[in-house]
């Protein structure tokens, strides 16, 4: 069964309060949610693996460590999931980037795949897939399977605030993907919007009503 992370670091906590307050604006709000994914991205590589290395400091040859060079890949979830993108870039800028586009059905309120493009590599990646809002968890759940669809095998979920049903729904769905959280939040209204939450998360972030 996936695991799940809930980051309650002071500096994630104290900013997340501020990207959930209606007063924060657009600019700072895309700010502090670039900040959030930087260091939730510090959190989630805490495993990668590493080697030594042979360097000369200024004093002395030395054996140190450096980054194994592991594949990494970032599926941001259109439209919302790509104001975490360069926030993540900034600590492992040699990440590739991938994208998964779904829409709801109108009939089925499912939601479908309109646009996936990932790395030719996929099965040598390991993946984050990310969206800041993890609710009813069915948009997840589809983006992973889209993933999981063209070869990949190794992927985390990450996202800023999640509702318990959401959680549930991509652990039973997809109980190989550990789920890395800032704040699981208490539940969802009849709207589907996650209770306390943060509201439109893409509309926040994109300045669109
Ligand atoms: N998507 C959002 O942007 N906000 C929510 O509260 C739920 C889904």
Known sequence: MGKVYVF?????Q?????????????????????EVA???????????PLQEVQIE?????????ALAGKKLGIVPILRAGLGMVD????????????????????ETLKPVEYYVKL?????????????????????????????????????????LIAAPEGVEEIK???PDVDIYIAALDEK??????IIPGLGDAGDRMFGTK
């Not at 930087?38 to 990668?48: C, G, K, N, Q, Y």
């Not at 926030?87 to 109108?106: E, M, Q």
């Open 87 to 106: 926030g993540i870039l900034k600590l492992i800028p040699a990440a590739k980037v991938g994208h998964v586009g779904l829409y709801r059905d109108p």
């Open 172 to 174: 039973t769905a997809h």
């Open 14 to 34: 104290h900013k997340l309060t501020y990207i959930r307050d209606k007063n924060t604006g657009t600019k700072e709000f895309r700010e502090l949610v670039d």
């Open 188 to 193: 969802l209204n009849e709207k589907g919007y």
């Open 57 to 65: 400091t200024p004093v002395c040859p030395a054996t140190a460590k």
């Open 119 to 159: 790395p030719s590599d996929v099965e040598e990646r390991d993946f984050i897939v990310v969206d800041p809002m993890l609710a009813t968890g069915g948009s997840a759940v589809e983006a992973i399977n889209s993933i999981k669809k063209r070869g990949a095998v190794s992927i985390k979920f990450m996202c």
């Open 8 to 12: 309650d670091h002071p500096l994630i």
């Open 38 to 48: 930087s260091l939730m991205a510090f959190e989630i590589t805490r495993d990668l």
